[in-house]
């Protein structure tokens, strides 16, 4: 089964990190961008960051830039998600994306979300 699996996610006090982890099961994320997008409450879903893991390529919402970093590690199929310097207006359900456009063929894929509360 194709799988995406997004953890890591917690309690955290102001100031404090988490590594969000998005692991893929089923297939490879070799050529794929893998993005990280959240929710929080009565919110639209918003792109945080991602990686294109064709040419290491990376975006930060303005918001996020210095305080968040990503990464892949493509013999884990796997990537992170370091937040640091973690605020109140973090706080929501982080999802991993995985998109791959080639050769006429598009595949999309999304994880089931984990919860990053941010809150003393």
């Known amino acids: 089964d194709v799988q995406l699996q997004a953890s890591g996610g917690g309690l955290v006090q102001p100031g404090g990190s988490l590594r969000l982890s998005c692991a893929a099961s089923g297939f490879t994320l070799d050529d794929y961008v893998i993005a990280w997008f959240r929710q929080a409450p009565g919110k639209e879903r918003e792109g945080v960051s991602w990686?294109?893991?064709?040419?290491?390529?990376?975006y930060y919402r303005d918001s996020v830039k210095g305080r968040f970093t990503i990464s892949s590690d493509n013999a884990e199929n796997m990537v992170y998600l370091q937040m640091n310097s973690l605020n109140p207006s973090d706080t929501a359900v982080y999802y991993c994306?995985?998109?791959?456009?080639?050769?006429?063929?598009?595949?999309?894929?999304w994880g089931k979300g984990t919860l990053v509360t941010v809150s003393s």
């Open positions: 994306n995985a998109d791959y456009r080639g050769f006429g063929v598009r595949r999309n894929y």
């Open positions: 990686i294109s893991n064709s040419d290491g390529s990376t």
